[in-house]
């Protein structure tokens, strides 16, 4: 996937970001920034995955707001305000990224109609992800919601494409939805037996994407309608 910058820039500015930018390559379970540091810059991921979570200090506990592969940007969170990240993120496999300096990255910005055009509506959209995700959504389509959103962000298997080519920890499905372990068992468990998915030690099979979709996008009052 092509990032923002390749999508949405001239080859003159991106020219211009590859004289300023740094190429990183992080080893798994490395934290790429944390929670608290300085606004230096912002990230694309050139090939890898991470999460992207913070810690809720009253319960001890990660809150996962994104998942991140090839092409995406992060460290865009910690803009305006007291310029500190309000989040970390972490790798889950061996991570390389490209770094471009937020003086740099506000210049393109402030010289790219399009490109700061559609980087407001990527805020957009997880703005409303983000809001989506309340008390109002049943435990079970919230888990749904994640499952495809690791499909969506890890891809599936190039020998069998809804084999999840990454599956996330049960952990962290869990904290994605902001539910108990036991929780997202129980509902694996559920969708297991419907045949939805197909659960194999840790990986994750989706059988019905339609039907798991369908889940995914229920609220408490759909769920109380008659059927």
Same mark, same amino acid.
């Given at each position: 996937?092509?990032?923002? %910058? =390749?999508?949405?820039?001239?080859?003159?500015?991106?020219? @211009?970001?590859?004289?300023?930018?740094?190429?990183?390559? +992080?080893?798994?379970?490395?934290?790429? @920034?944390?929670?608290?540091?300085? /606004?230096?810059?912002?990230?694309?991921?050139?090939?890898?995955?991470?999460?992207? #979570?913070?810690?809720n200090l009253d319960?001890?506990?990660?809150?996962?707001?994104?998942?991140?592969?090839?092409?995406?940007?992060?460290?865009?969170?910690g803009f305006g305000?007291?310029?500190?990240?309000? /989040?970390?993120?972490?790798?889950?496999? =061996?991570?390389?990224?490209? #770094?471009?300096?937020?003086? *740099?990255?506000?210049?393109? &910005?402030?010289?790219? &109609?399009? +490109?700061?055009?559609?980087?407001?509506? @990527?805020?957009a959209e997880e703005?409303?992800?983000?809001?989506?995700?309340?008390? %109002?959504?049943?435990?079970?389509?919230? *888990?749904?919601?994640?499952?495809?959103?690791?499909?969506?962000? @890890?891809?599936?298997?190039?020998?069998?494409?809804?084999?999840?080519?990454?599956?996330?920890?049960?952990?962290?499905?869990?904290?994605?939805?902001?539910?108990?372990?036991?929780?997202?068992?129980?509902?694996?468990?559920?969708?297991?037996?419907?045949?939805?998915?197909?659960?194999?030690?840790?990986? *994750?099979?989706?059988?019905?994407?339609?039907? %798991?979709?369908?889940? &995914?996008?229920?609220?408490?009052?759909?769920?109380?309608?008659?059927?």
């Open positions: 996937m092509d990032s923002f %910058l =390749k999508q949405y820039c001239s080859k003159e500015w991106q020219q @211009f970001v590859d004289y300023h930018k740094k190429t990183i390559v +992080f080893e798994p379970n490395s934290f790429i @920034f944390r929670e608290g540091d300085t /606004v230096k810059g912002v990230y694309i991921i050139n090939q890898g995955k991470a999460k992207v #979570f913070f810690t319960e001890g506990r990660q809150t996962i707001v994104r998942l991140a592969s090839d092409g995406y940007i992060i460290g865009h969170r305000g007291n310029w500190k990240y309000p /989040v970390s993120a972490l790798t889950y496999t =061996k991570t390389k990224v490209t #770094f471009i300096p937020i003086d *740099i990255f506000n210049t393109i &910005a402030r010289a790219n &109609a399009e +490109f700061t055009y559609q980087l407001m509506m @990527f805020f703005l409303r992800h983000s809001e989506e995700n309340n008390n %109002l959504i049943p435990v079970k389509s919230k *888990i749904a919601k994640a499952i495809l959103m690791n499909f969506s962000v @890890f891809g599936g298997q190039e020998n069998d494409p809804y084999l999840l080519n990454y599956t996330i920890s049960r952990k962290d499905y869990a904290a994605i939805v902001n539910t108990t372990y036991e929780s997202v068992i129980r509902v694996l468990s559920e969708l297991n037996k419907s045949k939805i998915i197909e659960t194999q030690a840790k990986s *994750i099979r989706i059988l019905d994407i339609h039907k %798991l979709t369908e889940i &995914a996008s229920q609220t408490f009052f759909e769920q109380s309608q008659p059927v």
